[in-house]
């Protein structure tokens, strides 16, 4: 049974940070790239960042370049999400997804490769 599960989000006011997490069970995410996606009411899905298998790669979406940080520490079988200087466009239900891969980079133009999601986790940017 393989889980994701997301962690961290909550209410921040705007400039404020946010360090979200996705703790992986059932599998280990040595071999999975790992994609953060948003999901804001009425919006589509859209992809926030992705990271390689190693970490060596990672990938931003233009709208959070600068201001957020992926990373992973394998040993922990954890993602991470550093969200700085947070807007309120930031707000939006934040999923972690996992795709096997064995390819050094990652992408998150298309949602739909990723084979496992969390159920997501509130960030709220407000003042």
């Known amino acids: 049974q393989l889980q994701l599960v997301e962690s961290g989000g909550g209410l921040v006011q705007p400039g404020g940070s946010l360090r979200l997490s996705c703790a992986a069970s059932g599998f280990t995410l040595d071999s999975y790239v790992i994609g953060w996606f948003r999901q804001a009411p009425g919006k589509e899905r859209e992809g926030v960042s992705c990271i390689s298998t190693t970490g060596g790669y990672t990938k931003y979406a233009d709208a959070v370049k600068g201001r957020f940080t992926i990373s992973r520490d394998n040993a922990k079988n954890t993602v991470y999400l550093q969200m700085n200087s947070l807007k309120p466009e930031d707000t939006a239900v934040y999923y972690c997804?996992?795709?096997?891969?064995?390819?050094?980079?990652?992408?998150?133009?298309?949602?739909?490769?990723?084979?496992?999601w969390g159920q997501g986790t509130q960030v709220t940017v407000s003042s």
């Open positions: 997804a996992a795709l096997r891969s064995a390819y050094y980079y990652c992408s998150i133009t298309a949602p739909r490769i990723y084979n496992y």
